[in-house]
């Protein structure tokens, strides 16, 4: 049988009624799923879903990203010239301390 050689060969069926059926799809939307067996799985299996939303993840990495390459600008700089300016000094400090603040905002919305 071709069911055999399947990861999950084992069908299990239950019926619901409309309002039980609505509420399934509206926390499927929830957590922006479409897949309805693996909802109800992962459901049956542990109860809960977390969803988790990396945009402003990806947003601050991008950003410290930035930060790093205004730093390494400077550092070429001062090793082209061997020549360090006070602005140079500054700028790195202003990129430290905006990093730290985006560092800072991110632990806060963790805890």
Known sequence: MATE???RPI???FRV???ERDI???RMALINTKKQSAFLRKMACDGNIICVNYSQLNNNCNEVGRIGAN???IAKRVNSTSN???????EIKNEQVRL????NAMEEKIL
């Open 24 to 26: 399934i799809h509206k």
């Open 100 to 103: 730290y603040n985006l560092l």
């Open 17 to 19: 009624n409309e309002y």
């Open 5 to 7: 050689n399947r990861a």
């Open 84 to 90: 360090i300016y006070k602005e140079d000094i500054d």
């Open 71 to 73: 730093i390494n600008q």
């Open 11 to 13: 069908r299990m069926v």
